[in-house]
């Protein structure tokens, strides 16, 4: 058995007991063995034993990226340094990297919570698994290969890249399962109708897709081209790696663990919890971790989510898909603004690609400028240009419609944009902010 039924379809006021013992157990762990926290939690008069029940977490601190920072490399480690057996890193572009440290009980901890979410895709033992997300100190390759081993599948460990031969490995091997960021899935296909090969014909039936931003359309046009089931994984580095939540084959929200990753969602502004169902920050903590177990910790990642049992009968509280990032979004002209709203439309417009990108620029004294550099079907560019331009002014109403500010909307030939083996930059944020 690869999923922990009784966790998993548990009534949630037993899953509270659950983890009430579990927060009180680890409130003393972190007091005991960590300088940082045992300091904030004297700050605001938390001692071991005073947390017994898990609606007490609101009394703890948040923790928070910059504190990842701040105390890097080792020093949010609760566990002693030589008791850690694997180091990830988290993929950031300023300052320190984020380090994470695991030790050998949290590599259990990991394999099983992704062998959790595989046999919550729909894999099954024996099933063979393509691994395309990068092996090394992202966590993504890692991450699927421990829990593929524990679920009992047969490992294609490819890591990303090297695309012809992951396409030849697949028509060879006939792997029913898939893991890559959904951006590579879509470059994937691009190379396989290059070389002849229908998209179609696949092996894979199951597609665990994740690690960067993706909408309902860009899952609409992957499952078209592959004929594949689209399912959407997440996870952070700094509470595991993957494995955190994962949608079921009704694809109906994200299972989060809750039992071993206890969920809030918060006013990113006050950090009041906010209503069920309402969006908000995902705030983690994790409840049995040993190397970095973190307090409250801010995603930055927006989404909502639910107590509802879902039909495949797992009563474990499920999360949308990710609406945003509190950092992603780009604010121009005073206006909030998410690649994902772009992508969105761009995906309801027949002719254009899911791909991409947003620059933003803003010249001495004026008012910021976007362009949306959008890739469109080779046929428009064989045609009348008046075709062109009606395309243009259509992308170009629709996204002001959606932001309400002025854009510029650039139409570009299809592999304009450099594609990514890993996670896509779709902002180019050229301002000196
Ligand atoms: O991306 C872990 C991962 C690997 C998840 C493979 C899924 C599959 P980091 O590099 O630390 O870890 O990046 C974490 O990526 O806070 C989100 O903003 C974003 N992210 C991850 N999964 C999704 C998703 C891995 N399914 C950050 N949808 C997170 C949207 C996602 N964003």
Redesign the pocket.
């Known amino acids: 058995m690869i999923w922990n039924e009784e966790f998993e379809c548990m009534p949630l006021d037993e899953l509270k007991k659950v983890q009430s013992n579990y927060l009180e157990k680890l409130v003393d762990y972190v007091y005991a063995n960590n300088e940082v926290y045992r300091a904030r939690l004297d700050q605001v008069g938390i001692k071991p034993g005073s947390i017994t029940d898990i609606s007490q977490i609101v009394k703890l601190p948040f923790t928070t990226k910059m504190d990842m920072r701040d105390y890097y490399p080792y020093g949010l480690f609760s566990a002693k340094r030589e008791d850690i057996r694997e180091i990830h890193v988290?993929?950031g572009t300023t300052g320190n990297p984020t380090l994470v440290g695991y030790t050998k009980e949290d590599i259990q901890l990991w394999s099983t919570v992704m062998a959790r979410t595989l046999c919550c895709a729909g894999a099954e033992p024996g099933d063979i698994i393509q691994i395309a997300?990068g092996y090394g100190l992202?966590?993504?390759g890692l991450?699927f290969h421990y829990g593929a081993l524990e679920a009992g599948l047969t490992i294609l460990p490819m890591s990303s890249g090297q695309t012809k031969r992951q396409l030849k490995i697949m028509q060879d091997f006939k792997p029913r399962i898939l893991g890559c960021t959904p951006s590579y899935a879509l470059y994937m296909a691009d190379e396989a109708r290059e070389l002849g090969i229908d998209p179609r014909d696949s092996s894979w039936e199951i597609g665990i897709f994740?690690?960067?931003?993706?909408s309902d359309s860009m899952r609409n046009e992957i499952e078209d081209t592959w004929d594949i089931m689209a399912t959407?994984?997440?996870?952070?580095?700094?509470i595991i790696?993957?494995g955190v939540s994962q949608e079921c084959t009704y694809k109906d929200g994200l299972h989060i663990f809750s039992d071993v990753f206890y969920p809030e969602i918060i006013d990113p502004d006050t950090g009041e919890q906010v209503a069920e169902g309402e969006d908000g920050e995902l705030v983690i903590t994790t409840l049995t971790k040993q190397g970095i177990p973190l307090l409250r910790y801010r995603?930055?990642?927006i989404v909502s989510m639910t107590n509802e049992k879902c039909r495949c009968g797992r009563t474990s509280p499920r999360v949308s898909?990710?609406k945003g990032?509190t950092d992603d979004m780009i604010v121009v002209r005073g206006i909030n603004v998410f690649p994902s709203q772009i992508e969105h439309v761009l995906l309801g417009i027949e002719g254009t690609c899911p791909h991409y990108q947003i620059v933003i620029d803003r010249a001495a004294h004026k008012l910021d400028q976007v362009e949306i550099m959008v890739e469109v079907d080779q046929q428009l560019f064989s045609d009348e240009i008046k075709k062109l331009n009606e395309m243009s002014a259509r992308i170009k109403k629709e996204i002001e419609g959606v932001l309400s500010i002025g854009v510029k909307v650039k139409l570009v030939e299809p592999k304009t944009i450099e594609r990514s083996m890993g996670k896509s930059q779709r902002v180019i944020d050229k301002r000196n902010l």
Do not use: H, M, N, Q
Not at 210 to 214: F, L, N, V
Not at 232 to 238: A, F, R
């Open positions: 988290s993929s997300y992202f966590t993504g991450g994740g690690a960067e931003p993706w959407d994984v997440y996870g952070l580095s700094e790696g993957p995603t930055r990642d898909k990710i990032r």
